[in-house]
């Protein structure tokens, strides 16, 4: 991947190969698949403020599940705040996951972000790509016998581009 660089007054480009369209892709698909399992076995169990709210029957044994709610509602809440602030919490991910997907290039080729909101949805999906694999990684660092380390390193060289492209569109605004 070439690094990010502005187009213009609000686009941010950058120019990703097939194998890292491919790679997203495949993390994309991965990750909103296990959120959809989870969000089937939701019930309208709870009312707040006269709207029923969808929760989990039961708690997840699923580490991936667990990290990425710790990571994106806080590591250190409760178990009930987690179970609460799930709906909402996978809603979102699995928005900012689609979002992501929208603007992947079908070929090699260049991604183009047009918004904030685009770059926060890359944002928060890098995230929890890089949380399920650190969770599902053993020990040596393998995720189903292969190595994952390079991976996790374009994943976080990723992540820190858009947070500084991120900064700048703060500053500009």
């Known amino acids: 991947m070439i690094g990010w660089d502005r187009c213009g007054d609000s686009d941010y480009v950058a120019v990703l190969n097939r194998h890292e369209i491919d790679v997203l892709n495949s993390y994309i698909t991965g990750l909103a698949a296990l959120l ?12 707040v403020a006269g709207a029923t709210v969808p929760m989990p029957v ?7 599940i667990i990290r990425i709610l710790q990571t994106e509602l806080g590591e250190h809440e409760p178990e009930w705040v987690l179970t609460f602030g799930e709906e909402r919490c996978f809603r979102e991910v699995s928005a900012a996951l689609r979002t992501m997907g929208s ?9 183009v972000l047009r918004s904030r909101h685009e770059l926060a949805a890359w944002s928060c999906s890098i995230r929890c790509f890089l949380t399920t694999i650190v969770v599902v990684a053993d020990q040596d660092g393998n995720v189903k016998g292969k190595p994952s380390a390079a991976t996790i390193d374009w994943l976080h060289d990723l992540a820190e581009q858009i947070a500084r492209v991120e900064a700048v569109a703060t500053l500009s605004s």
């Open 58 to 64: 039961a708690s997840s044994d699923d580490a991936r």
């Open 36 to 47: 959809d399992r989870r969000a089937d076995s939701y019930e309208p169990v709870t009312t």
């Open 103 to 111: 603007t992947l290039p079908t070929a090699d080729g260049v991604v």
